[in-house]
């Protein structure tokens, strides 16, 4: 059965865009990187547009990670959820907030380990990730929490992490270990 190949650790070209995937990811192609070089031109726009959603926004990097977090456990997408949750404490969270994270598809999050924002911004993740659309009144009570730069860019941090995890799922990236 054919079956689509990660090209090797050391591939080097586009030599121009390999440098600058190394050099956003400190110095080595990730199994994503890998992956996404098949088509050069679909790896140099990733690479830009993700750089900015991860480096480049205003939000809060403990809510951007902890929609990336949560779009990782909603979709299956291990892989992302192994990526993020390191940086997720990193940003300010919990262990044990990150546990109840990782447990998110099967229970919501338990309201005392949580802020009002952020139970609102995971139920925004979950309806965004799961449902697509997104309540009225939960859309409402986030802008007045975070105002209007803030919702819009946890919205694309959600829309961007389903797109991630959706091509992770399907090219069957599962760990950067394995």
Not at 10 to 15: C, F, L, Q, S
Not at 55 to 73: F, Y
Not at 146 to 153: K, R
């Amino acid at each position: 059965m054919a079956q689509l190949e990660l090209l090797p650790e050391d591939h080097r070209e586009p030599e121009e865009l390999c440098a600058a995937i190394r050099e956003r990811r400190g110095g080595k192609l990730l199994k994503l990187d890998r992956m996404l070089l098949h088509s050069p031109n679909l790896a140099s726009g990733w690479n830009i547009y993700m750089g900015q959603v991860r480096q480049n926004l205003s939000l809060d990097p403990k809510l951007r990670e902890m929609a990336m977090c949560g779009v990782a456990v909603l979709n299956g997408a291990d892989y992302e959820f192994e990526q993020h949750q390191p940086i997720y404490l990193q940003a300010g969270a919990r262990p044990e907030q990150a546990e109840a994270l990782s447990r998110v598809k099967e229970e919501k999050l338990p309201p005392h380990l949580f802020t009002e924002l952020e139970l609102d911004a995971m139920e925004l993740i979950q309806g965004m990730t799961v449902d697509i659309a997104v309540p009225d009144d939960l859309r409402a009570r986030l802008l007045e929490q975070m105002g209007s730069q803030a919702l819009v860019e946890l919205m694309a941090v959600t829309a961007a992490y389903n797109m991630v995890s959706r091509f992770l799922v399907a090219t069957g990236i599962h760990s950067e270990e394995h």
